[in-house]
């Protein structure tokens, strides 16, 4: 089993920046990719952006491409998401997810993900 915790989230006005951490616990190993979604209320699961969990490797959504960053720090089994020139429609809960099947890595489709965290809030005020 593999747990993540997502943090970081709050209220900005539009413009600003914000950076999520995904921390993962227990069995990392099994990790290849850490995803990142979202969901507005009464839309579906967004998928934004996606990492290899050891190794190269990066998948954008296009409509976040240029304002949002993924990135890891392995020694402290964590993935962040940097957001940038946030807009009121980027208001929704972030969620991380972890994929570990070899064979869809850096995959945009839900589906593919084994495990999620609970969602951090993120609302942007214009």
């Known amino acids: 089993q593999v747990q993540l915790v997502e943090s970081g989230g709050g209220l900005v006005q539009a413009g600003d920046s914000l950076r999520l951490s995904c921390a993962a616990s227990?069995?990392?190993?099994?990790?290849?990719?850490i995803g990142w979604f979202r969901q507005a209320p009464g839309k579906e699961r967004e998928f934004l952006t996606a990492i290899r969990w050891s190794g190269g490797g990066t998948n954008y959504a296009d409509s976040v491409k240029g304002r949002f960053t993924i990135s890891r720090d392995n020694t402290k089994n964590t993935v962040y998401l940097q957001m940038s020139s946030l807009k009121p429609e980027d208001t929704a809960v972030y969620y991380c997810?972890?994929?570990?099947?070899?064979?869809?890595?850096?995959?945009?489709?839900?589906?593919?993900?084994?495990?999620w965290g609970q969602g951090t809030q993120v609302t942007v005020s214009s």
């Open positions: 997810a972890a994929d570990d099947n070899y064979y869809t890595q850096l995959n945009a489709r839900a589906s593919a993900y084994d495990y």
């Open positions: 227990g069995r990392t190993f099994s990790i290849y990719t």
